[in-house]
């Protein structure tokens, strides 16, 4: 809960989905105070961030898991971190 009894809730859909009528129904239906609802796409960034996420908790940290296009630009001199 948030200061002053706010909630804050993020959702995520499939692209293309809007969620935001069928959730400002349910609020209301429950009675409770919806102070905003928006949308927001994916960045890339984001994609990117979880995609380290996911690969860590794969414990996949050694370079032998790299997709082969990231190891062969390494070799090639394209791709330095």
């Known amino acids: 809960m948030g200061v002053g009894g706010e909630t804050r809730v ?18 209301v239906a429950r009675g409770w105070t919806v102070l905003e609802l928006s949308s927001r796409q994916a960045t890339l ?3 990117f961030v979880r995609l380290l996420a996911a690969r860590d908790a794969e414990g996949a940290e050694k370079p032998d898991d790299l997709p082969a296009a990231v190891e062969e630009g390494e070799s090639r001199g394209e791709a330095r971190s």
Do not use: H, N, P, T
């Not at 859909?13 to 400002?24: M, N």
């Open 45 to 47: 960034e984001d994609v």
């Open 10 to 27: 993020l959702l995520e859909a499939d692209r293309g989905s809007d969620l935001r009528e069928s959730v400002f129904r349910e609020c």
